[in-house]
């Protein structure tokens, strides 16, 4: 059974912090590119974060740069995504994906990611 399990989503007044986490059923998965993504209810879901399976390299969206970042515990298998000096703009459901076709030039791709999380609902309030 390969899955992903979001968790740490929630509630969170503007500029505040959270960390979100997935886990992988398959230690597989360490050797597969890890991504975070976001949608809003009617609109695309965007790229916004990918981590390479070593760990070594990542690569953030350009309106999360500074304020997120992404990780992983190979032990663990288990990407992360810490999200400080969150806005109501980043209110949305993020999602954790996974997959061995995404490349250096292709982390924002989605229809390369394999597997993919139910999410987790993140909202920011004002």
């Known amino acids: 059974q390969v899955q992903l399990v979001e968790s740490g989503g929630g509630l969170v007044q503007a500029g505040g912090s959270l960390r979100l986490s997935c886990a992988a059923s398959?230690?597989?998965?360490?050797?597969?590119?890890m991504g975070w993504f976001r949608q809003v209810l009617g609109k695309e879901r965007e790229f916004v974060a990918a981590?390479?399976?070593?760990?070594?390299?990542?690569s953030t969206a350009d309106f999360v740069r500074g304020r997120f970042t992404i990780s992983r515990n190979i032990a663990k298998n288990t990407v992360y995504l810490q999200m400080n000096s969150l806005k109501p703009e980043d209110t949305a459901v993020y999602y954790c994906a996974g997959g061995e076709k995404p490349g250096l030039e292709t982390w924002a791709t989605t229809r390369l990611y394999d597997y993919w999380g139910q999410g987790t609902q993140v909202t920011v309030s004002s």
């Open positions: 398959e230690r597989t998965f360490n050797s597969y590119t």
């Open positions: 981590i390479s399976w070593s760990g070594r390299t990542t």
